[in-house]
């Protein structure tokens, strides 16, 4: 398994403004991933980093909003910009481990993000 | 219809008694299965793989049914700390991961 943490754990922002969240691995990992779980409701995949490359943004999320930097394979950066009311939300990175189609992912413990 | 599909409970059952939870998916290309377990204000945490051959760890036991399209989770001889919102989660492709909403499971004393 894989070691991960978050920064912060939590914060409350105010409405227009950013937070960019850290996330950072205890081991090298190609694939880093962003979800989004809001409120009773399950995981939302936001975008995968890889090192090196532009983050891949699955539907209904684009770079702008949630930009994301991916410096090495220990770290990974999330900034949610511009922020409403509706992007209150817990921020989970994870990573992939073991063999392409067959690997797990392992969670971080979350960012819990609350915009006034 | 939701790619991956779980009845949201919640199962309250009684210490001790088994439970079974499944899980439907759409995608007959889906390749990779799992359960995960997530505790209230906490992250996912995977609890098995699931094989085609079926899989047991303990008192948890995972089958996969291809033909029908559907995963289970047994649990048997429940604990307290058994209680949680059990994920269903399905891979697509290289690394596309799609979680169900989750089933919540209460164990009372």
């Known amino acids: 398994s894989a070691v991960i943490s978050q920064k912060p754990s939590r914060d409350i922002c105010q409405r227009g403004t950013s937070l960019t969240i850290q996330c950072q691995v205890d081991?090298?990992?190609?694939?880093m991933f962003w979800y989004r779980q809001q409120p009773g409701q399950s995981l939302t995949l936001i975008a995968t980093?890889?090192?090196?490359?532009?983050?891949?943004?699955e539907s209904g999320f684009v770079i702008d909003k949630f930009p994301i930097s991916r410096p090495n394979l220990t770290f990974s950066t999330l900034t949610v910009s511009n922020m409403s009311p509706e992007d209150s939300s817990i921020y989970l990175c994870?990573?992939?481990?073991?063999?392409?189609?067959?690997?797990?992912?392992?969670f971080g413990p979350g960012t819990r993000l609350t915009v006034l | 219809r939701k790619e991956v599909e779980q009845d949201p409970g919640p199962f309250n059952v009684p210490e001790g008694a088994t439970v079974a939870f499944n899980c439907t998916y759409s995608?007959?290309?889906?390749?990779?299965f799992f359960w995960y377990r997530q505790d209230c204000r906490k992250e996912p945490k995977l609890l098995m793989s699931?094989?085609?051959s079926g899989n047991e760890d303990g008192r948890f036991t995972a089958q996969l049914n291809r033909a029908s399209q559907y995963i289970s989770l047994l649990i048997r001889d429940s604990k307290l700390s058994d209680s949680a919102t059990y994920l269903c989660?399905?891979?697509?492709?290289?690394?596309?991961?799609?979680f169900g909403t989750g089933t919540r499971l209460k164990v009372l004393a």
């Open positions: 699931v094989y085609s």
């Open positions: 995608n007959s290309a889906s390749q990779s």
């Open positions: 980093a890889n090192q090196g490359s532009e983050a891949t943004y």
């Open positions: 081991s090298q990992v190609t694939m």
């Open positions: 989660v399905v891979t697509r492709g290289t690394y596309k991961y799609i």
């Open positions: 994870s990573v992939a481990l073991g063999q392409a189609n067959t690997d797990t992912q392992y």
